[in-house]
Every structure is written in structure tokens, then in C-alpha cells.
């Protein structure tokens, strides 16, 4: 219940005064005084030191407490709490942000505060200051370096009670190199990090250059290096920036397109804008999906840990352009992010908007001021040190009579006035006497004092020449600044670009339906060409295995992949993966397993591919039992279907598709017998049926290999002798290459005519093919393997191979693939060319990186050991 209260009496002689106050103007001048208390006391740096107040009272609180880089962490909660009663009377919240924030790597360019324990993240916060643990880095040092030296003014704490530092003497430009955010009341200031030692190297030059001009010194800093490294798109902005110190730049994630399944491609995302975190944008992504705005995207993984550092991994789904997609998340989401910069900082009090040349003069003429400050101070210290050096050497010379003169004395006060008259002595020096210490009183003493004396006055007139002379002092400061580059100097993280580098014409988002030509390697690779023209194997320089079979399609359509088992399994080219243009070469190890698609029994492999056009010839294949069938081509409209009946134990050992069904259809047995007769011999016949008699075999004969071959082409016959009880992939055959000219026709079910004859150790054929020419062999491991030259006698011997064979295949029979492959080595030629003259292709945008990097033969003694390189990006 509330109680009734009255006012308590007045005095008798108290006198009512009324004022009337104008609101209006009460209120403005409240304001100007809060809206100034704001500027200056909290959301504003100094020009000179970069610093806020309430950094700068944190970082000077951790140097009273001791908490050097070579000691231990203490609790950040002890720290606020420091700062909070002695410097900045303000909430603890406040403190420790601005702890937080001095410490994080994603955030500062070069951390002041060594953070131990959860300092948080781009997407969280950081744990409670009693958590949490602290201590200064080495870079905050050399902030603090001779702060004891008079280098700054020291003003009164907020209760009179303490002094602080009004500004640190910062021994490299902070500001610049960490950049500053602040919002006050009608102003804010959004600076940007920058490179360390492309800063000093600017500030460097200025010194030696005064009247350098803006283009001078951007030729060491070229734009912003940001913690999280990035791209930086634009330099326009920049320049602007640097010039009136307003303008903005673009920063884009670093981003590539990988192979993130054996099925699918990704966007593999390793490098974000400024301050954005991986949260950010995957909320952003999955709006956007959500919304239907962004397509094309199936996944969302975020891989980051603490040994890789950030990766994102974006899958494309399949039929999409992961180029297009790539660029509609630099469009949509925070993946590509706008920086507006504005320099505004405190300079003599004032809040002023500063270009690169003014921040980098404000910074050097107030390190030349520390510099002189500090040696004024140390030639005080000195000279008051030389003074008493020079009074003690005095009393050594004479110490008997010094001793009697103290001892004949009543107290000190009369033994320092008679000291002072007696010897001439100041009462300084007459003071240091009396405090002398009786070990002191011996000659090597004296020979100390006068080694102490000689330097003394050698450094004395080293500073008196350094304060006369400002080339000297500026000398100085250079190199003091060269010193902390190389000590904390890291390279540039940040990759400038002056455009997107982005062709002038869009890319589709989804693949169209263009012709393309589907391949399977004889490890079963499979993988589709990114046009009609296929890829030529000839050159010889295949980086894996020899190409099976080739089917021309679209990219939206499908084809039939044949097993040993006389299955037909229909596969989409839209999920193969898309072969890079090479020069003439096949380079199948982008291609993706057969197994990443279907999953075959353990004894069933795949043989060929197939086009599963009806108007086709239809499918001609071989059993190891030497049936032969051709497939009719009314083929299902299922996944799959059979194609042969197989008698008990056998299997299928080619397939192969028929192009224009004259040609012959060849069986090559493991006892060394090549039959082939024309393919109209057989047939068509349904899918179920077992086929007909293709090849008679021999007792303990199979067949090892089945294939068609054009008659009127230049075909060769490959063949390959071994043991039968060697170990697979042990032995190193001897190959024979015979013309197919040589083998007479045959008809079918009869046994063929010999086609190589056995060496000693030799007992059957390990491997055989027969096609038209180039030819090539292969190891396991896909290097080539060398051929015999082709020799007449078709039932000769053969010749050891150099290595052991793995595969064989030919050359696909498209000639347009030459000139594409052709075509595609040119234009290739021409891009090398026009690059190394310092031009660029048209149509892909001056896409040159700027890099600042230190010599290796760094000098801090010179004033050009900063230069610049340019090279075209990746």
C-alpha cells in the first residue's frame, strides 16, 4: 500500500529563485555537448594512433597490469574490469566488445589482444569475459613502445584521480593497417584494413618524397587487404577513397567449380566478403531456393574446420551451368558484398574526412614528433646521468677528504652544503654522494665511471645531433617503421581485380540439349564431351587409359551402357561429368565411375556404350563361348532390359554398336585363332534369344576378345601372349601388330586362321584388339605403353613389351575431331601469347591481380624495398 509523504519544511531564510530557460535552447546545447562527448569520447578514432578511447584504455590498462606477450593469459574478465574503475566509466558490455573485437582475426588485420578461449565467430558471439582469457599481442607493443620515454601528453582520468595516455605513440600506422568503425552523432567513419607493410612502405615513401603525388603512393598500396582475404572487384571506388576519402569498392568470396561428387559439380567456397560468415549466406541460399529466386542448387555443406579453414561446398544440380549458378550467388547473396568507405577520424580534436596522402602525413608528422619527444627525453636522462657520473668521479679522486668532510658533519643536510662548497659540486651530485655505496669506492669503479662517462657523452652528442638535424630524424623514423614490417609484415591476402573478369555474354543457366559425344575408358570412365566434336586420342599423350567407345547425343539425352552379363542399363548424359577442351589428347581422369551411377554384381563388368536410336543397325555382341547375336533395336522404354539368353557359365566379352552394318564382325580366341566374317551373316534377333554360333573353339579355348571393323579401313590386329597360370597384371606380354589385311575371311562357326605364334613360357593369348589405327596401350596407371611396328607374318611370334599392359583402344573414327582439337590448341596459343604481351583475350575483362610483396633482400636502411607485382589472375 502505497504510503503518503509530505515535503519537509522549508528554512526560514530561504529564498525561492526561478529561472526561465528557453527549451529549445536548452535542449540544443544539451545536445551539442552530448553529440561532442560522442565524437570524441567514444565512436571516433584518432588520427594518429588509430585508436578509439576505449581501446586505447584497454591496451594501456593491459601494460599497467604486466600482461605482456611472454607472460600468461588472465581473465578478460579482470581486464574490463581494470578499465572499467580506473579509465573508462562506462558498461562492461562495452569493454568487452571492443576486447572481443581487438582480438579477432576475421576482424583486425594485425590483432592487438591475444585471445585465448572462445572469442566468438562471423556468425556467433564470443564467450562471457569469465570464460574467456587475454593478454596483449606482439603488435601491441610496438603501440606502446617508449610510452614511458614523454613521447605523449598524459591527461587525468575521469576522477582526477589517475593519468592516461591521450594517445599511444603507435610505432606503425593503425589506423590504415586495421582499419576503424564507428557510428557518432551525424557522422561515422567505415574504414577498411590494409597490408602492413604496403602501408609502411607508402608512409615510407612519403617521407622521402613529400610531394609525392596519390598515383606515387598507390603503387604500394594498391587497395584494401582484408583478414578474410577475398577479391576485391573494382579500383575506381578505391582510388576515390584514397583521393577525398569517400568511395567503395565490391568484395566477392573466392570461389571454384569442382568435381565435389564422381556425379555432380560444386561451388567450393574458401574465401568470404569482409565480416560475412558462412551462416549468413546459408540462410540466404536457403530463402532463396526456397522462394524459387535461386535454382540450380541441390546442397549446402559447410566443411569449415580449424586444419582446412573455411569451405563451403555448394552442389550444382545436374543441368545446370555451375558458372551461371556461381554468378546468381554472387548476384543474390552476401557471397559478393559493397564496402563504403569513409575516412573520417579525429585530427587535433576535429572530426576531419581524410585521403590516403593526408592520413599517412598525420600519421608521420606525429611519429616524427614521438621520435623527437623520446630523444629529448633520453638526452635529459643521459645528461642528468653524465652529471652525476661526472660529481662521483670527483669524490673517487679525492675520498679521504670526502669521508672526513661527512664525517666531521652534524647531519646529511650540512654534510650535502659542505660538500657543495668544498668540492663545487651541485646538490644533486652532493646527494648521490651521500647515497653512495662504500663497495663503489674502489678502481675498478673508477674505471667504470670513466668507460660510463665516454659513452655518455658519446650518445649525448648523437642525440643532440639527431634533434638539430630533421633529415636524420626522418631517417630515423623510416627505418624504425622498415623494422616493424619486417617484424609483423605478412603477405597480401586480398586479390584486386579491376573487373569481374566475366564474359560479355551471359551464360545459360540450365545446359541446353546440344549435341555432345559420350565416352567410356576401358576402366570404366565414363564422361561427355562439352560439344558434337569429340575428343581425339591421337597425340599419344592420353593422362589415363585408352577410350572403349564413343556415342554422339545431347546433353539431355540418354544412352545404353552394355555388361558382361548381356544387360542394356539406359543412362542420361545430363550426369556425366563435362570433359575440359585438351589439345588432341583424351583426358578421361575427370570422368566419373561406372559405379557412381549403377551398382553391377561382382562378377559383371561394363563392356561398351550405345546409342539407343531405333533407326541404329543394332547392337552386335561375342560370348566368351563364341555365340555370337545381333540385337534387334525395339528397345524397352525401361531402365533396363536383356539382351542374350546366357547358357550356364558364359558370359559376355564384347559388344559393340553397328554403324553402318557392313561391317565384319571379328572373334579373337585365347588359343591365338582370329576368325571374322561380315556381320550380315547374322541375323537380327529378339532380345531374348541366346544367339547363334559365331567362332568353333578348341578344348580349354575361350574367346578374349569381339569386336566390328570396316573392311575398306586401315585396321590393325593387337595381340598379346603370356602364361595362363600367371597372376593378372604380373606378366609383361609379347605384343605382335599385324595389318587386318592379312587375315582372310572366314565363315561363321568355322575356326579362323592363326594369329600369333607362341614363344617358350607362352601358352595363350592374355589380350587382343582389333581396330583401325592409331592405336594405343596403356598401363594401369595410364601411362603409354610402346608398340612393335607392324610386321606381315600374322601367325609370327611377338615382341616383349616394355611394361605391363593394361589396356588397348583406338583412335575414334570422327575426323572432325582433329580440327577441333586443333582449333582448340590454337586459340590456347593465341590466349599464351596475347597474355605474355600484357593483353587479354577480348571478351573476358582486364582481370590483372596487384600483389605488394617484400624483397627478399630486405634493407631497412632503404627507402625502396617495397615493390610491386602485377600478373594476370587465376
Not at 56 to 82: C, F, N, T
Not at 553 to 575: M, N
Request: negative net charge.
Amino acid at each position: 500500500m502505497a504510503r503518503r509523504t509530505t515535503a519537509p519544511p522549508q528554512d526560514d531564510d530561504f529564498v525561492e529563485n526561478i529561472i526561465d530557460i528557453d527549451v529549445s535552447d536548452e535542449m540544443q546545447q544539451a545536445f551539442l555537448e552530448y553529440s561532442y562527448s560522442v565524437i570524441f569520447s567514444r565512436a571516433l578514432p584518432d588520427a594518429r594512433d588509430g585508436l578509439k578511447p576505449v581501446q586505447r584504455r584497454i591496451l594501456y590498462a593491459m601494460h599497467e597490469q604486466g600482461l605482456r606477450p611472454d607472460r600468461g593469459h588472465v581473465k578478460s574478465a579482470r581486464i574490463v574490469g581494470e578499465v572499467m574503475g580506473k579509465y573508462h566509466p562506462h558498461g562492461d558490455t562495452a569493454i568487452y566488445d571492443a576486447l572481443v573485437r581487438m582480438a579477432q582475426p576475421f576482424t583486425m588485420r594485425l590483432p592487438l589482444v591475444d585471445g585465448h578461449g572462445n572469442f566468438g565467430s562471423l556468425d556467433d558471439g564470443p564467450a562471457a569475459p569469465r570464460y574467456t582469457e587475454a593478454r596483449m599481442a606482439p603488435a601491441a607493443l610496438a603501440m606502446l613502445a617508449s610510452l614511458d620515454e614523454d613521447t605523449v601528453d598524459f591527461v587525468p582520468t575521469y576522477d582526477d584521480q589517475l593519468t592516461q595516455p591521450g594517445v599511444l605513440p603507435a610505432a606503425f600506422p593503425n589506423l590504415l593497417v586495421n582499419g576503424a568503425s564507428g557510428i557518432a552523432v551525424g557522422m561515422a567513419t567505415n574504414m577498411p584494413p590494409h597490408n602492413l607493410v604496403e602501408v609502411i612502405g607508402a608512409a615510407r615513401h612519403l617521407i622521402a618524397h613529400p610531394d609525392c603525388s596519390l598515383d606515387d603512393l598507390m603503387k604500394f598500396v594498391p587497395g584494401p587487404d582484408l583478414p578474410c582475404g577475398g577479391k576485391v572487384i573494382g579500383l575506381e571506388g578505391i582510388r576515390d577513397a584514397y583521393l577525398t576519402g569517400r568511395g567503395s569498392f565490391k568484395t566477392r568470396a573466392t570461389a571454384r567449380i569442382e568435381n565435389v561428387t564422381p556425379r555432380k559439380k560444386g561451388i567450393v567456397v574458401t574465401e568470404l566478403p569482409y565480416l560475412v560468415g558462412p551462416e549468413k549466406v546459408r540462410d540466404k541460399i536457403k530463402d532463396l531456393v526456397q522462394s524459387k529466386k535461386l535454382q540450380g542448387i541441390s546442397d549446402f555443406k559447410d566443411l569449415t574446420d580449424r586444419k582446412h579453414g573455411l569451405r563451403l561446398v555448394i552442389e550444382v544440380k545436374n543441368g545446370f551451368n555451375p558458372e551461371a549458378v556461381l554468378e546468381q550467388l554472387y548476384k543474390l547473396t552476401p557471397m559478393e558484398d559493397s564496402f563504403g568507405i569513409n575516412n573520417v577520424a579525429l585530427v587535433d580534436g576535429q572530426p576531419r574526412t581524410l585521403g590516403l596522402k593526408d592520413l599517412l602525413r598525420v600519421y608521420v608528422d606525429f611519429r616524427t614528433d614521438v621520435v623527437r619527444r623520446r630523444s629529448a627525453h633520453r638526452l635529459g636522462k643521459r645528461e642528468e646521468r653524465l652529471h652525476l657520473v661526472e660529481g662521483l668521479l670527483i669524490a673517487i679522486l679525492d675520498i679521504d677528504e670526502v669521508i672526513a668532510v661527512i664525517r666531521s658533519s652534524d647531519d646529511a643536510a650540512v654534510a650535502r652544503e659542505r660538500l657543495m662548497q668544498v668540492f663545487e659540486l651541485s646538490e644533486a651530485q652532493a646527494t648521490y654522494i651521500l647515497d653512495l655505496q662504500l663497495r663503489r669506492l674502489t678502481k675498478f669503479s673508477r674505471m667504470e665511471l670513466e668507460s660510463e662517462r665516454d659513452q655518455l657523452q658519446t650518445e649525448i652528442a648523437a642525440l643532440r645531433e639527431l634533434l638539430a638535424d630533421e633529415t636524420k630524424l626522418l631517417k630515423l623514423v623510416s627505418k624504425e617503421l622498415a623494422e616493424i614490417a619486417k617484424a609483423h609484415g605478412t603477405p597480401r591476402r586480398t586479390v584486386l581485380l579491376e573487373s569481374s573478369g566475366q564474359s560479355a555474354t551471359a551464360t545459360p543457366l540450365e545446359v541446353g540439349d546440344d549435341p555432345c559425344h559420350v565416352l567410356l575408358s576401358t576402366t570404366g570412365l565414363l564422361a561427355r564431351t562439352a560439344d558434337a566434336s569429340p575428343l581425339s586420342n591421337e597425340g599419344g599423350r592420353a593422362r589415363h587409359d585408352a577410350i572403349v567407345a564413343t556415342v554422339a547425343t545431347t546433353a539431355r539425352g540418354d544412352f545404353g551402357l552394355v555388361t558382361s552379363a548381356g544387360r542394356v542399363i539406359r543412362l542420361g548424359a545430363l550426369e556425366l561429368p563435362t570433359l575440359p577442351p585438351t589439345h588432341g589428347a583424351p583426358n578421361l581422369s575427370g570422368g566419373a565411375p561406372v559405379a557412381s551411377y549403377l551398382e553391377l554384381a561382382a562378377d559383371e563388368t561394363p563392356l561398351t556404350i550405345m546409342s539407343l536410336a531405333p533407326d541404329s543397325p543394332g547392337l552386335a555382341l561375342g560370348t566368351a563361348q563364341g555365340v555370337v547375336k545381333r540385337v534387334q533395336t525395339d528397345y524397352p522404354a525401361k531402365d533396363r532390359w536383356e539382351t542374350v539368353t546366357l547358357k550356364p557359365g558364359d558370359r559376355v566379352v564384347g559388344a559393340v554398336e553397328l554403324r553402318t552394318g557392313e561391317e565384319h564382325l571379328v572373334f579373337v580366341t585365347s588359343d591365338a585363332q582370329l576368325l571374322h566374317f561380315p556381320a550380315a551373316a547374322v541375323r537380327p534377333q529378339g532380345r531374348t534369344a541366346g544367339g547363334m554360333a559365331g567362332v568353333r573353339l578348341s578344348p580349354q579355348a575361350c574367346v578374349v576378345f569381339f569386336g566390328a571393323v570396316d573392311p575398306a579401313a586401315d585396321a590393325v590386329v593387337v595381340t598379346g601372349a603370356g602364361a595362363s597360370d600367371a597372376l593378372p597384371g604380373t606378366q609383361v606380354p609379347s605384343l605382335k601388330v599385324t595389318p587386318f589385311d592379312e587375315y582372310p575371311a572366314k565363315g561363321r562357326a568355322t575356326g579362323g586362321v592363326r594369329c600369333q605364334r607362341f614363344l617358350h613360357g607362352e601358352d595363350r593369348l592374355v589380350l587382343a584388339w582389333v581396330g583401325a589405327q592409331p592405336v594405343r596401350a596403356a598401363q594401369a596407371n595410364g601411362a603409354a605403353v610402346t608398340l612393335p611396328e607392324p610386321t606381315d607374318r600374322r601367325d609370327g611370334s611377338g615382341v616383349a613389351a616394355k611394361a605391363v599392359v593394361a589396356a588397348i583402344g583406338g583412335a575414334l573414327p570422327e575426323a572432325a575431331a582433329v580440327s577441333a582439337a586443333a582449333a582448340a590448341a590454337s586459340a590456347s596459343t593465341q590466349g599464351d601469347a596475347a597474355d605474355a604481351a600484357g593483353e587479354l583475350p577480348p571478351n573476358t575483362g582486364p582481370t590483372r591481380e596487384r600483389v605488394v610483396v617484400l624483397r627478399d633482400d630486405y634493407d631497412p636502411d632503404s627507402l625502396e624495398d617495397v615493390v610491386q607485382v602485377e600478373r594476370p589472375a587465376d
